[in-house]
């Protein structure tokens, strides 16, 4: 297990070292925060928040869709709660995360944008921003790459149609 949180903290670390990747976890870290967020239920209200946001993070940072769904979920459920504006940029941020994660690229950039506002110069949300856009862009250029490519097949296509029609005649 040790082993297993030195990677994670290692993908922490490189991400707030200014690297443009978002970190992972992996299962053996969730599952650890499910049990966390298990035996919190009922000592404290805070205590149980903290676990939960724990968890949260957890999910959305997963290699699992099913876990970054459930992530995603928890953080809705829980954002109409959040009491402080740094509560509320975290969840917002965690959730433009899940979005990421999840390919909606469009929900993922209102919620970065959100969190922005609270706090414009938070290196977090403005990392995953860079990202995001960066995303956008390079999937416009495959785009783009496709419809020409599919363009330029259907002009084949018909060219060859063209071509055999007159040899018929």
């Known amino acids: 297990m040790e082993g297993k949180m030195g990677k994670f903290f290692d993908s922490v670390g490189a991400f707030f070292s ?22 919190a239920n009922g000592v404290s209200a805070e205590h149980m928040s903290e676990s939960i946001m724990r968890l949260s993070w957890a999910l959305v940072h997963s290699r699992q869709p099913e876990d970054i769904q459930r992530g995603i979920a928890m953080l809705e459920a829980s954002l109409a709660g959040s009491n402080t504006p740094p509560q509320k940029r975290e969840k917002l941020y965690l ?72 040899r018929k005649k």
């Open 95 to 166: 959730l433009a995360v899940g979005y990421y994660r999840s390919g909606d690229y469009s929900r993922s950039r209102q919620l970065v944008e959100r969190c922005l506002e609270i706090a414009p110069d938070w290196r977090q949300a403005l990392t995953l921003k860079k990202a995001i856009e960066d995303r956008i862009s390079k999937d416009g250029v495959i785009g783009i790459g496709i419809a020409a490519t599919a363009v330029g097949a259907v002009g084949l296509v018909a060219g060859g149609i063209a071509t055999a029609l007159a």
């Open 18 to 39: 200014g690297g443009d990747q978002i970190p992972w976890c992996d299962r053996d870290i969730i599952a650890g925060c499910e049990r966390e967020a298990a035996e």
